[in-house]
Nanobody, 125 residues
């Protein structure tokens, strides 16, 4: 069974930084794309970052472009989300996700089949 475990969330002041981690197991990690999705109570789930299996290709939603960076360490079976210049609008539960279809578009939220439990990020003003 695919297992994704997020960590690194917490409370941070506006303008600060935070790094989220997602440890994966149960599959050949380097063969699969990974993504980050966030969900604030008032909003629909938002696909914010994604990375291809090799790490060569990345996707960034407009709302986080230039502030968030996704990267992966395939040797450690871990994907990261580095978040800089955080603002209160970034407050949400952040989920790590992976897709089971190797050939589907890595940058499309609808292709992601398995999510972790999420980690809460709260940005205070």
């Amino acid at each position: 069974q695919v297992r994704l475990v997020e960590s690194g969330g917490g409370l941070v002041q506006a303008g600060g930084s935070l790094r989220l981690s997602c440890a994966a197991s149960g599959r050949p990690f380097s063969s699969y794309a990974m993504g980050w999705v966030r969900h604030a109570p008032v909003n629909e789930r938002e696909f914010v970052e994604a990375i291809s299996g090799s790490g060569v290709n990345t996707y960034h939603a407009d709302a986080v472009k230039g502030r968030f960076t996704i990267y992966r360490d395939n040797a450690k079976n871990t994907v990261y989300l580095q978040m800089n210049s955080l603002n209160p609008e970034d407050t949400a539960v952040y989920y790590c996700a992976t897709k089971l279809d190797y050939y589907s578009d890595y940058a499309s939220q609808g292709n992601y089949d398995y999510w972790g439990q999420g980690t809460q990020v709260t940005v205070s003003s």
